[in-house]
């Protein structure tokens, strides 16, 4: 498998080579060259297969001979080590639980996998030490802190704006040490994410520092997101009815990989992009035209994305045509009033504890569901746990959520982070590491 800048004026790569580049020199996102439908068989038989075996035969076209498949089987296995649990809201509508993993977030899946995509590489290659440069709007600088922690050969450094994640993200990202170093941006998050696309580009940098990037920019964080939806095909509560997804958008990886998933033939009948008041896409989908705008600061914070950078690949997909994606996919929006109401209306019916992530890709399913006269099955992605959201959530609920275990000692950790307002003083930083 080799795959191409979509700026489209950089040199065709390997697997691992987009890896480890993270974007082209181009700036362009890297894009597989093929996507090949899975047999029917396949399908047929998903219920007889674990987890790691409809994981590897998902991801095995994309990785190519890069990696040998006894490796590719033991990193499947590594990174799927909790599950994805299904829970039921109402009769025609279930939340899928991504948040099983080490940092309580669906993000969890795509570090881990590509931190051991890149510890083999760094095995087999012997190439110079690697700075991975990440911005988050959350829960990605957890996922990618956790899954890179002490990985022999790479540099972590993770950008992220001031005051606009919540505590818990913030101790998740800032407290491991070691070779994990967080960069706290005065800023939002499009600004923290500028100055990482900025930094591929630099000359200087390029020839004196390795870096990737290890946001859903990455081939191996953006693919692997497949996994979770071949499982939740799976273990659909009711297989004689249309499956219908609504995802929870920001940057747009997620909701890219389930499209890539429905290219590969996976059997789900619509798509909903839901997002927060930042309605780039939904706004495209209404209007035909693209309008990237400033991110705006909201509860759902992981969201907060006025140019999300992966929906390039989404336009891609379908050859830029606008009409064959409304077919697949419907975008809504939300207010942060809308998301509290839902919140309660999900606790209210089912005794769910949603977070607003979570909200928000419910109310996405409701609005789709309310306009159609057809029978699905609706699943929303629940992409965080509610305890990352702990002050909105108990508040919204007059309740208290309860500290999953593996949080309790992160929160009593001191934090350590390093403040820059611009771009040049982040070069000087790399620059010295």
């Known amino acids: 498998m080799k795959y191409y800048s979509l700026n489209y004026n950089s040199q065709d790569v390997s697997f691992l080579d987009a890896v480890r580049k993270g974007l082209a020199p181009d ?37 190519g001979g890069d990696i040998p498949d006894s490796r590719l089987k033991k990193i499947v296995e590594e990174t799927l080590s909790f599950d994805f649990p299904i829970v039921p809201i109402t009769d025609s509508i279930a939340t899928l639980e991504l948040f099983q993993g080490p940092t309580l977030a669906f993000k969890d899946v795509g570090a881990r996998f590509m931190a051991r995509c890149l510890a083999y590489a760094n095995e087999v290659e012997k190439k110079e030490k690697l700075t991975i440069l990440v911005a988050t709007s959350g829960d990605t600088g957890g996922a990618v802190a956790d899954g890179f922690y002490k990985v022999d050969g790479i540099n972590v450094v993770i950008l992220y704006p001031k005051g606009k994640v919540s505590e818990i993200q ?31 580009i630099d000359n200087d940098l390029i020839q004196n520092v390795a870096l990737t990037s290890a946001n859903s920019i990455n081939i191996a964080r953006w693919l692997s997101q497949m996994f979770y939806y071949f499982i939740a095909y799976k273990n659909r509560l009711h297989p004689e009815k249309k499956l219908v997804v609504s995802v929870p958008s920001g940057n747009f990886g997620n909701l890219c990989a389930g499209l890539v998933a429905k290219k590969m033939g996976l059997p789900v009948d619509q798509f909903i992009a839901s997002t927060n008041i930042n309605d780039t896409v939904p706004d495209y989908l209404n209007s035909g035209t693209y309008t990237p705008k400033k991110s705006k600061a909201t509860l759902s914070n992981a969201m907060d ?20 994606l409304k077919k697949i996919l ?65 508040a919204t609920l007059k309740t208290t959520v309860e500290i999953p275990k593996r949080l309790e000692s992160i929160l009593n950790r001191e934090k350590t982070s390093i403040p820059i307002s611009r771009y040049d003083e982040l070069k000087s930083f790399l620059l010295k590491r």
């Open 305 to 324: 994305v006025g140019d999300p950078s992966n929906f390039i690949r989404i336009q891609k997909l379908f050859n830029n045509d606008i009409f064959k």
């Open 27 to 63: 700036r362009g996102l890297y894009f597989p060259s093929d996507i090949k439908k899975l047999p029917n068989t396949f399908f047929e038989n998903i219920h007889n297969l674990s987890d790691h075996e409809i994981a590897f035969q998902v991801i095995h076209q994309f990785v």
């Open 170 to 200: 913030e101790k998740q990202l800032t407290t491991l040490g070691e070779n994990i170093k967080a960069i706290e941006i005065d800023g939002v998050f499009d600004d923290c994410q500028d100055m990482v696309k900025s930094a591929f």
């Open 330 to 394: 419907k975008g809504y929006h939300y207010t942060d009033t809308e998301t509290k109401k839902a919140i309660k209306e999900i606790h209210e019916v089912s005794g769910y504890i949603a977070d607003p992530h979570g909200a928000v890709g419910y109310l996405g399913l409701k609005d789709f569901l309310k306009n159609t006269t057809d029978d699905y099955q609706g699943l929303f992605l629940e992409t965080a746990h509610p305890i990352k959201f702990v002050d909105t959530v108990e």
